[in-house]
């Protein structure tokens, strides 16, 4: 007689399964887990013994022992990486197959223990009251929906299409503008600057467009302009760096990585661009005005070009203090030409080849000191902000043609800061500071986004920028941080410590001060609660720069004192120029180009 | 242990597979300075014709056998079992690709794009569960898709949602539905692949998002049954439109219902409709002047989506490739990043002017608002519709399923204890 299976019994074996299955895929979990830890933190070919390996071998690349070694090195690092791939896959597929052990035990235990159904209990009629309710939660999950929509488009709407539209519209009236300036005066230029005949230009060279949609293309894109230097403070001018491998060590009187040396004809205290393989300066005295291209390899003065005659140029250099000379502000590039500014209001731009393009004077500028805000790109837009007493304005001309783009007036007094560029995740802002506002500008077309007034004085230092804040500084004025957007507002302020010729530099958490009397300070960005300050003793007229993690400050001495971009100070070193210096650096490709008084250095490995 | 504590454990260490995604290869070339050339990457060569064929057969093979399991074996344990094969074949087998789910997709790119050549395997996997469904309801669904079955396989403890989460949530496919239309016919992305959450588990990779919301939506599942096939699945919105129009629908009861009241807990999808023999205490003028009333504010829905479709349509454009990479060019300052982004990089190399992606992206934008506006204007059509519908007048006296919503899992029939004859009720 067959024996009858006990339910309960199987049950209870199918339990014990489950339980056993669900033991094993735990510790498969586990082992799972650890081994994906291992592999999340394992960075198998930046390990210390493959660095120092690598570094040896590239003092000895001949080494073949070590080549070898490498390679093993690598090899192991390899087998390592994906043994532990093939662990974590093996694994899913045993921890899928106990999981289905699992679903099998629970399905067939419910087969087992099916039971008839209890009769429900008696049930109150509620279907048409449901179905009015109903009703209103679809209706107010419609609402729901649109609002939420609403809200999602109000903070993320950014007139992107209308951007687009006028931008390309810009780029198709430029074309035309070029080719009417062949002929005669552009359209453009009429309705923007009519009113002001020292804005024409004379278009003395190539103007180095091609016909068509390539020439619309002539400007760099961001990422091109982050590999290079093209302004003062750097990209945008805001003091940051986007690129590693910074020197920290050098020496000018040994020539300790120093790769060349070469003295600069004429005196300025611009500080240099770079592009790709060319450096830009300019020096002036009270006769003669010259920008300079050096080769970035060898120092090499590849041209050396003199601005004179240009329509409009007052026939003696203005009277300006010693310390601002007849070239204070630094060029800018855009990888297609070099511009530079004068004392005077002469304004140029030469191709790479040292080839004028284009020429104009801007007007003597009304400056007690003597003009000194630097150039800033934006796209294939000259900026130049001239800040002078009277009839302070700022100005879009056409890298290309010189013409003018737009015109923007303000009504502050004269001041000595250079425009950054800055973008706001939103859009881009082109910011100035002078007494009494910091304002911020469409870069396009110079209509004005937002002003605070708080900043007053003499102003020289340029603003920075970082996460949302942009921070302003002047001496006998406070250091002010604002939280920009149509109705910016001044988060914090603080006078303990202030500059009148440094400019700030700001990372997303902290700002840094260095005041010209050679103090740093650290502040908590978004509180300005002061996290340190450091007493360097020296004079200091060059703006620290933010690179790599790390601020670089050159001090009056041609010391450049590099301190870590934290809360606690630590420095990192005190490399020697050798002369003095007042130029910011400018930090390229594991290089660093710094202006003495005299000579323009390389600092590099 | 309890069972109950059991599902739970087994699911949590489910979602620890997801560590298996990272298993990426996120190891740069080695560096040979040998002149040793890098092998191209090879591309994985489309499925044979042959195998693509079968895969159709399979399908039509699989509904035919499921339909005649849900209309005319009616049983549980026959849905069960083709659930199991269709979750290895389609699923683990086929990695989940191609299915019918995301074959919306690609129906609409071809309709969109003259250039887009769609396959014909696509077009079967799109029509032949549509067919079906005309013709036995959601069978489909029951036996054959591999999301829908593996979900099924965990819904141990199924809750009732209650009416009114049912209708909110009800309105979610309808939205996906329209995003996934919307972004597959501007050549945007196949959202509906992009996010699919069980991919990842045939296919043993998959983002570590993708495999958290398919954890959230397994463990979930153990007490809302088949939560992505009611309320995310669009391919699901067409076949509850379809199947209420199915010629041959599974019913509770073979017979003459007899009332016992047995099947009205069994469905975990909550897809019965009780009998109703109740009046409406509103008067029937007062429901009929509603109707009206809605029926002349469905135009306006339809306006009123539409009009934030079109408020919206730029951040809906955002994910478009031409779209974010004008907005990429457009910032001087693709501020904080120090390497360049992916798509600098080839637009560099393309040989394209800047105005020209401006202007492809502007032409995008353009469809985007014409997107978005149709968009907004069939979920206000949706929600119109779907009030609409909840305002007719209803008389019902059995229980019987949603022939919208019902998934045709034959577990209510396994509650009903009346046979074919009705002589023999089991009792």
Redesign the interface.
């Known amino acids: 007689m067959k024996e009858q299976k006990n339910p309960a019994s199987t049950i209870r074996l199918l339990?014990q399964i489950?339980?056993v299955s669900?033991l094993f895929?735990?510790i498969?979990?586990i082992l799972?887990?650890v081994?994906?830890f291992q592999?999340?933190r394992a960075d198998?070919?930046n390990t210390p013994v493959l660095k120092t390996t690598i570094e040896r071998l590239s003092n000895n690349p001949d080494d073949q022992q070590l080549r070898d070694q490498l390679r093993t090195l690598?090899l192991l690092a390899?087998k390592a990486?994906f043994t532990?791939?093939?662990q974590?896959?093996t694994?899913?597929?045993l921890?899928?197959i106990s999981?289905l052990v699992?679903?099998i035990c629970?399905?067939t235990?419910?087969?087992i223990q099916?039971k008839i159904?209890d009769?429900?209990g008696a049930?109150t009629?509620t279907?048409?009251?449901?179905?009015?309710?109903?009703?209103k939660?679809?209706?107010f999950?419609?609402i729901g929906?649109?609002l939420i929509?609403?809200v999602?488009?109000f903070f993320?709407?950014?007139?992107?299409?209308k951007?687009?539209?006028e931008?390309?519209s810009r780029?198709?009236d430029t074309i035309t503008d070029q080719g009417l300036t062949k002929n005669g005066p552009s359209s453009r230029q009429n309705n923007v600057s009519r009113n002001s005949d020292l804005l024409t230009p004379v278009t003395t060279g190539d103007t180095n467009t091609k016909p068509g949609?390539?020439a619309?293309?002539d400007f760099p894109?961001?990422?091109e302009?982050?590999e290079n230097y093209p302004s003062f403070r750097g990209?945008?001018g805001n003091g940051v760096v986007?690129q590693?491998n910074i020197p920290t060590n050098w020496d000018g009187k040994t020539g300790k990585n120093i790769k060349w040396k070469t003295t600069v004809p004429l005196p300025g205290y611009n500080s240099p661009v770079v592009w790709n393989d060319r450096v830009f300066l300019s020096g002036a005295n009270e006769t003669k005005r010259e920008v300079y291209s050096f080769d970035a390899s060898t120092g090499k003065i590849l041209w050396a070009a003199r601005v004179d005659k240009i329509p409009g140029s007052p026939e003696k250099a203005p009277a300006v203090n010693k310390e601002t000379g007849q070239a204070a502000p630094t060029l800018t590039t855009d990888g297609r030409r070099v511009y530079a500014i004068f004392a005077n209001g002469d304004l140029v731009a030469f191709d790479f080849d040292g080839k004028l393009i284009w020429a104009r004077n801007l007007g003597l500028p009304a400056n007690h000191y003597g003009y000194s805000s630097s150039l800033m790109m934006?796209?294939d837009l000259l900026i130049v902000q001239y800040d002078q007493r009277g009839s302070a304005f700022v100005v879009g001309l056409s890298g290309k043609t010189g013409e003018t783009v737009w015109k923007t007036s303000r009504n502050v007094k004269v001041s000595w800061a250079s425009p950054v560029?800055?973008?706001t995740g939103k859009r881009?802002e082109l910011l100035l500071a002078a007494e009494p506002f910091v304002a911020a500008y469409n870069p396009a077309n110079g209509k004005e986004f937002w002003k605070l007034d708080c900043i007053s004085g003499e102003v020289g230092p340029s603003v920075a920028y970082a996460d949302g804040i942009v921070f302003s500084v002047n001496d006998y004025s406070k250091l002010a941080a604002v939280q920009i957007g149509e109705t910016p507002k001044l988060l914090w302020e603080n006078s303990d410590y202030l500059s009148d010729v440094p400019s700030p530099v700001a990372s997303d958490k902290y700002v840094f001060l260095l005041t010209s009397y050679g103090t740093a300070v650290c502040y908590d960005a978004k509180t300005g609660a002061k996290y340190w300050e450091h007493d360097f003793e020296n004079t200091t007229y060059a703006s620290p720069v933010l690179a790599d993690g790390k601020i670089y400050a050159m001090d009056k001495q041609g010391i450049m004192h590099i301190f870590k971009a934290d809360k606690e100070f630590s420095l990192v070193s005190e490399p020697k120029l050798g002369e003095g210096s007042v130029c910011t650096p400018a930090m390229v490709n594991g290089k660093i180009f710094i202006r003495g008084d005299k000579n323009l250095y390389c600092v590099g490995k | 242990m309890s069972k109950q504590k059991l599902v739970i454990i087994l699911l949590l260490l489910l979602t620890v597979q997801a560590t298996s995604v990272f298993a990426v290869q996120r190891f740069p070339k080695p560096e040979f300075e040998t002149g040793y050339i890098q092998p191209e990457t090879q591309v994985p060569s489309p499925r044979t014709e042959i195998l693509a064929v079968m895969d159709v057969v399979v399908l039509l093979l699989s509904l035919s056998v499921i339909s005649w399991i849900v209309l005319k074996k009616r049983s549980r344990n026959g849905v069960f079992l083709m659930s199991v094969f269709s979750l290895i074949y389609f699923g683990f087998y086929r990695e989940g690709c191609i299915c019918a789910i995301g074959s919306i997709q690609n129906i609409t790119l071809a309709l969109f794009d003259y250039n887009y050549i769609l396959p014909l395997t696509v077009i079967a996997f799109f029509i032949i569960p549509l067919v079906f469904t005309l013709f036995f309801g959601r069978t489909f669904c029951a036996g054959v898709c591999p999301f829908g079955a593996m979900q099924d396989m965990v819904a141990f403890r199924p809750q009732k949602l209650g009416s009114r989460l049912n209708a909110i949530l009800g309105m979610v496919p309808y939205i996906y539905l329209g995003l996934a239309v919307l972004y597959a016919a501007t050549g945007t992305d196949f959202i509906i692949c992009r996010y699919d959450p069980f991919v990842g588990i045939f296919r043993f990779n998959a983002s570590f998002s993708m495999f958290v919301f398919a954890g959230i939506l397994l463990l979930s599942g153990i007490f809302i049954a088949r939560p992505y096939c009611r309320f995310l699945c669009p391919y699901g919105v067409l076949l509850n439109w379809v199947s209420r129009f199915s010629r041959r629908h599974i019913t509770i009861t073979p017979a003459e219902c007899i009332q016992c009241r047995l099947c009205e807990d069994s469905c975990p999808y909550d897809a019965i409709d009780f009998p109703v023999t109740s009046r409406n205490p509103e008067s029937r003028q007062v429901m009929v002047r509603k109707l009206m009333l809605i029926c002349t504010l469905i135009p306006f829905l339809i306006v009123a989506g539409g009009w934030t479709g079109i408020r919206l349509h730029e951040t809906l454009a955002g994910v478009n490739g031409k779209v974010k990479l004008a907005r990429q060019l457009l910032d001087p300052a693709t501020l904080r990043i120090q390497s360049e982004p992916f798509e600098i990089t080839a637009y560099k190399s393309s040989g394209k002017s800047q105005m020209q992606v401006n202007e492809e992206a502007s032409v995008m934008l353009k469809r985007f608002y014409t997107g978005g506006w149709i968009l907004g204007g069939f979920i206000g059509l949706m929600f119109g519709v779907v009030i609409a519908g909840r305002m007719l007048n209803i008389w019902r006296t059995d229980y019987v399923p949603n022939k919208g919503t019902c998934l045709s899992c034959t577990r209510c029939v396994d509650y009903c204890p009346v046979k074919s004859d009705l002589s023999k009720v089991n009792t």
Not at chain 1, 127 to 135: E, L, Q, T, Y
Not at chain 1, 156 to 161: A, P, V
């Open positions: 339990r489950a339980f669900i895929a735990a498969l979990c799972i887990l081994n994906w592999l999340q198998p070919l690598d390899r990486y532990s791939q093939w974590i896959c694994g899913g597929y921890l899928l999981i699992v679903v629970l399905k235990i419910d087969f099916k159904p009769l429900p049930k009629d279907f048409w009251i449901d179905r009015k309710i109903n009703r939660w679809v209706a999950t419609g929906i649109v929509s609403l999602l488009a993320t709407h950014d007139e992107l299409g951007m687009l539209g931008e390309n780029q198709t949609l390539q619309l293309n894109t961001w990422a302009i982050i990209p945008g986007y590693k934006y796209r560029v800055i973008h881009t």
